[in-house]
Nanobody, 120 residues
Framework: QVQLVESGGGLVQAGGSLRLSCAAS????????MGWFRQAPGKERESVATISWLGRSTYYADSVKGRFTISRDNAKQTVYLQMNSLKPEDTAVYYCAATTGYYRGSYAYWGQGTQVTVSS
């Protein structure tokens, strides 16, 4: 089983940037597709961006395309989410997740989440 720990959240003004990191441990990182998800108060959790095992394929939600970039460093067992041009509607708890399956499928392993707050 893989363990995931997110970091990098915080408070930022609209238009600003943040980079989230998710450090993995416990299993061979390159065996896992990785994803970032978010949940805003009163809303369902949604997929933000996902990346395949070797990073050759990515998916982005329409709401973040062109602003967010997901990447991974298998040597460091870390996945990143670079978030630019942040908007107040990006405010949410962001979760890192892992799966041994398809990068656009369901995810079995989750981190504890990191809060991102974008002020207007």
């Amino acid at each position: 089983q893989v363990q995931l720990v997110e970091s990098g959240g915080g408070l930022v003004q609209a238009g600003g940037s943040l980079r989230l990191s998710c450090a993995a441990s416990g299993r061979t990182f390159s065996n896992y597709a990785m994803g970032w998800f978010r949940q805003a108060p009163g809303k369902e959790r949604e997929s933000v961006a996902t990346i395949s095992w070797l990073g050759r394929s990515t998916y982005y939600a329409d709401s973040v395309k062109g602003r967010f970039t997901i990447s991974r460093d298998n040597a460091k067992q870390t996945v990143y989410l670079q978030m630019n041009s942040l908007k107040p509607e990006d405010t949410a708890v962001y979760y890192c997740a892992a799966t041994t399956g398809y990068y656009r499928g369901s995810y079995a392993y989750w981190g504890q989440g990191t809060q991102v707050t974008v002020s207007s």
